[in-house]
T-cell receptor, first 113, second 112 residues
Framework: DGGITQSPKYLFRKEGQNVTLSCEQN?????MYWYRQDPGQGLRLIYY???????QKGDIAEGYSVSREKKESFPLTVTSAQKNPTAFYLC????????????FGEGSWLTVV | GQQVMQIPQYQHVQEGEDFTTYCNSS?????IQWYKQRPGGHPVFLIQ?????EVKKQKRLTFQFGEAKKNSSLHITATQTTDVGTYFC????????????FGSGTQLTVLP
């Protein structure tokens, strides 16, 4: 099946620990994105990557890091510097160009305990 | 930076009533997209509007893009319980940055 796979779906993290969320796509999309969604709120852009080995900060990049070593993969690390990391994290991708729609993964729920 | 405001934040309607959500951008958009997120799910693409004044329909859903390409609306006629979810607009900026900015969403509850 083609699509975007995020893992894990649910993750618990102790305060002070880093955690990495996986995002893999087999859609041959150039661009990949990470969004954060808090309960009852919209989507806020954390990081995005338009091409392999390149990525840009979004609106709320502090406390997060990413890498884009392969076209198919765009992992997100939530570091201990992120003060309020409990949220729903969505990975997305699209073809290059301005008019293409975004496809989302099923999301990862991160809870800090 | 670009901002996309969406109202209302919440809407409760009786089944069979109509529903409308509105988006307004601080800047002129290249296009606007609409997504639906069911409770517990992820956003799913509904439609994209590109032309000034464009109107598109999908069964009971009507999407409009303003003449100035700065605002948009989604109207649902005769809501059903399957319409429950959060509806997001996402505007693509028309400048060189080409950034997609999501509205805060409208959470629709349909009462049977």
């Amino acid at each position: 099946d083609g699509g975007i796979t995020q893992s894990p779906k649910y993750l618990f993290r102790k305060e002070g620990q880093n955690v990495t969320l996986s995002c893999e796509q087999n859609l041959n999309h150039d661009a990949m994105y990470w969004y954060r969604q808090d309960p009852g709120q919209g989507l806020r852009l954390i990081y995005y990557s338009q091409i392999v080995n390149d990525f840009q900060k979004g609106d709320i990049a502090e406390g997060y890091s990413v890498s884009r070593e392969k076209k198919e993969s765009f992992p997100l690390t939530v570091t201990s510097a992120q003060k309020n990391p409990t949220a729903f994290y969505l990975c997305a991708s699209k073809y290059g160009g301005s008019g293409n729609t975004i496809y989302f993964g099923e999301g990862s729920w991160l809870t800090v305990v | 930076g670009q901002q996309v405001m969406q109202i209302p934040q919440y809407q409760h309607v009786q089944e069979g009533e109509d529903f409308t959500t509105y988006c307004n951008s601080s800047t002129t958009l290249s296009n606007i997209q609409w997504y639906k997120q069911r409770p517990g799910g992820h956003p799913v693409f509904l439609i994209q509007l590109v032309k000034s004044g464009e109107v598109k329909k999908q069964k009971r859903l009507t999407f409009q893009f303003g003449e100035a390409k700065k605002n948009s609306s989604l109207h649902i006629t005769a809501t059903q319980t399957t319409d429950v979810g959060t509806y997001f607009c996402a505007g693509l900026s028309s400048g060189s940055a080409r950034q997609l900015t999501f509205g805060s969403g409208t959470q629709l509850t349909v009462l049977p």
